[in-house]
């Protein structure tokens, strides 16, 4: 008894995390027999509405009588997910598949290697069979992933074969209000912790998400998810997303531009992202500031013309904006070295990496916050560190100190462009918000 519960409160999982399929009902029918009981699920139609409640409520009945016909030609459908320390074998037998001779070829597969990582705990398998328990076929579906494997026995010998799984793109709108903390908000709202770290990183310029929020700030997103077979299978992109912080409103879209890069800009056309990273290491201190030091090797006061970073060997350092290497490889005292450019004026220079990113040449685009080597000691380095350098008009400036660029906000033809793709998004987001103050008052 329970097994057959555990079994029912595991589809009611899944039932609450998808929209239910007509297959569902083969399979939920086999439980209503075994267990006596009934589900009885009220789910609204159109997962993409803001604030659909689907409710779920289990009754008792009496178990209705189930004939199975031995010559029904159509395959029984079950499907679950793999539970840690199960063997695919195991699996397949607990869905109720009794062909014969079948653990011995997946044993085979097994060593021959072939299941390797598809098999893991969580994996959905969905499993056809005769009436009597033969497999027809069987899918096993990682979740995220974007890659089904299909096991086929059809000729007798079982096959396992990958296939790009069809996932359909499905917009999702969501809005709530902070009472504690953002993530508890979006929490409520039923949005995935990707999307609350995506929206921090997309207003990062103009909030502090870990001191400006504050009760009663709102937020609006519009989402792409991911769905395979009516089923959601990962978080896309955000495609447009408002915070309302303190009464002030802030909007962010995301726009494609015509080459396929991708950003995000307010409603005017003006850019989310900063002309420049103020730093190309993600946690780090600064060592040795841009002013007349001892240099460490040499033994005299020469002008340190760039910023130290200490990091321990192997930190990804990034581009600190778009551009374009203008050098790459080794030069003296730097040891491996890159040198960006980034339009007429600016460049940047990396110094003592370790490593550089592979597929990096001369004349390559690389983007903001993109990783272009690690950090290293290699040049007259006395430890690990990065060393920066940031050239305006070819002078050396503080990096620290520099007044910045913004980054280019769009005109023209880009900016006609962008306004086809967000007054759209704008109104929808507009939409949510409505739906959102008819709730509260
Ligand atoms: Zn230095």
Avoid: C
């Amino acid at each position: 008894m329970l097994g057959e519960k555990w079994l029912i409160l595991a589809h009611l999982k899944m039932l609450r995390e998808s929209t239910p399929t007509r297959r569902w009902s083969l399979s939920g029918l086999a439980l209503i027999s075994a267990a006596g009981m009934a589900t009885a699920i009220a789910v609204v139609p159109g997962g993409s509405e803001p604030n659909v409640k689907t409710e779920t409520i289990v009754q008792p009945l009496t178990p209705p009588t189930i004939q199975i016909e031995q010559t029904d030609p159509r395959p029984f459908i079950r499907e679950d997910r793999i539970r840690a320390g199960e063997s695919l074998a195991g699996a397949l037998r607990r869905l109720g598949v009794t062909s014969a001779g079948l653990s011995a070829q997946i044993n085979a597969l097994a060593a021959g290697r072939q299941l390797k990582g598809i098999t893991a705990p969580g994996t959905l398998i969905t499993v056809a069979t005769s009436a009597e328990g033969n497999m027809h076929s069987a899918s096993l579906h990682r979740p995220g992933s974007d890659i089904i494997h299909t096991l086929d026995s059809s000729d007798g010998k079982l096959r396992i074969t990958p296939q790009a799984a069809r996932l359909e793109v499905r917009t999702h709108m969501q809005g709530g209000v902070v009472q504690s903390s953002l993530f508890a908000a979006m929490d409520n709202a039923g949005l995935p912790d990707s999307i609350a770290e995506e929206l921090s990183r997309i207003f990062g310029d103009d909030i502090d998400f870990h001191t400006d929020v504050h009760r009663g700030d709102r937020f609006n997103v519009i989402y792409e998810v991911l769905y395979h077979q009516g089923r959601a299978v990962k978080t896309g992109r955000i495609l447009a997303a408002e915070f309302i912080n303190q009464g002030r409103r802030h909007a962010a879209f995301l726009f494609t531009h015509p080459n396929g890069d991708t950003d995000y800009y307010n409603a005017d056309g003006r850019s989310h992202k900063a002309g420049f990273l103020r730093s190309p290491l993600e946690f780090s201190r600064v060592s040795s500031g841009f002013s007349m030091r001892l240099h460490p090797i040499l033994g005299t006061w020469r002008e340190h013309k760039g910023v130290d970073y200490a990091a321990p060997h192997g930190t990804a350092v990034k581009a600190t904006s778009d551009g374009t290497i203008e050098f790459i490889g080794r030069r003296n005292g730097y040891g491996n070295f890159v040198v960006l450019r980034h339009g007429d004026r600016y460049t940047t220079a990396y110094g003592h990496l370790s490593s550089f990113a592979s597929g990096l040449r001369q004349g390559s685009r690389v983007s903001q916050g993109q990783t272009i080597g690690r950090v290293g000691s290699t040049g007259w380095a006395t430890g690990p560190h990065l060393h920066y350098e940031l050239r305006i008009n070819d002078v050396h400036q503080d990096p620290l100190t520099a007044r910045l660029p913004d980054a280019q906000p769009l005109s023209g033809s880009a900016l006609a462009r962008f306004r086809g793709q967000m007054e759209p998004l704008a109104a929808n987001l507009a939409r949510i918000q409505t739906t959102q103050a008819a709730q509260i008052d």
